[in-house]
């Protein structure tokens, strides 16, 4: 059987399930995930490779209309993963009607010469009947050239989920080690597992405003030491941020510790300090510095 390999821009609007089914088709947590809209604010690679195929997902933040900076560039980010793209994964959510967000995705997803997948997900949070009713409607929508429902979070359907898109890929060889899974190093997964925790725990304008830096990490034989700096854009956000006697930032730094130990297979002791960088969504020398600028196109 020929090898096959290419990369697959799963693409969607924000909470479709894009860095769920990342993390399902992976069997591994390579995104975090929140309740929260555009907690994916990178373009993630998760490289799956077995014996006759390689798949390099790109996970992509959720198109959204912008209010900042930050916003404008996810967007970017999103789009040159569809512009690069082999195959178009668009997966939408089942339960939410087709609005003018994904009237927008649409039109740009037209303009793309690639075949282009429509992943219908959580159909386990509907009866059979209600799903099949939404998969017709879909169907009138645009003539995409698959159409597959899927439970990401049950993992239900992805093999051929799979099976679909190898037969779109074309014969060619392994971009990656076929141990690799990510494009993304270590610290850029420790300081997204510390991002989730605060996210979790934190309401309305706070999850958006913070952004995660590694400043510090020593590793031992015993444990991995690990200082990181939280971000905020107003002191009233540190002060939620450290709560009431310091037991919010004491709750993340434990609950960030206790995922980072099985990441790393080691202890790990956490420290966190908080930092107000005033309007740092807008201004483009900060998302640099934290790693959110835009991608070449």
Not at 42 to 48: E, F, H, P, W, Y
Not at 192 to 204: G, V
Not at 238 to 243: D, F, S, T, W
């Amino acid at each position: 059987m020929s090898f096959k390999s290419g990369f697959i821009a799963i693409i969607g609007r924000p909470n479709a399930g894009k860095s769920t089914l990342l993390n399902a088709l992976l069997h591994q947590k390579i995104a975090i995930m929140s309740p929260k809209p555009n907690t994916t604010r990178n373009n993630i690679m998760g490289i799956l490779t077995t014996k006759d195929t390689q798949y390099v997902f790109i996970d992509t933040p959720g198109v959204h209309k912008p209010k900042h900076e930050l916003g404008r560039t996810l967007n970017k980010n999103a789009y040159v993963a569809i512009d690069e793209a082999d195959i178009n994964a668009w997966i939408i959510d089942i339960t939410q009607p087709f609005g003018s967000g994904d009237g927008f995705l649409l039109n740009r997803l037209k303009n793309s010469e690639v075949p282009c997948l429509l992943l219908v997900n959580k159909i386990d949070l509907l009866p059979k009947e209600e799903v099949i009713k939404r998969l017709l409607q879909w169907q009138q929508v645009y003539s995409f050239d698959e159409i597959i429902p899927l439970s990401a979070l049950k993992q239900d359907n992805l093999d051929e989920l799979l099976r679909v898109i190898r037969s779109y890929l074309k014969e060619g060889v392994a971009y990656f080690p076929a141990e690799m899974v990510s494009d993304h190093g270590e610290n850029f997964r420790i300081s997204e597992i510390i991002r989730e925790k605060i996210l979790f725990r934190t309401e309305e304008e706070v999850p958006h405003s913070i952004a995660v830096i590694i400043e510090n990490r020593e590793d031992h034989t015993d444990k991995i030491y690990i200082q990181a700096l939280v971000i905020v854009e107003r002191s009233s956000q540190k002060a939620i941020m450290i709560g009431k006697q310091g037991s919010m930032i004491r709750n993340i730094r434990i609950a960030a510790q206790k995922e980072l130990k099985k990441m790393l297979h080691k202890p790990v002791e956490l420290e966190l300090y908080v930092r107000v960088e005033k309007n740092w969504r807008n201004r483009e020398s900060k998302l640099k510095q934290f790693g959110l600028q835009e991608l070449d196109e």
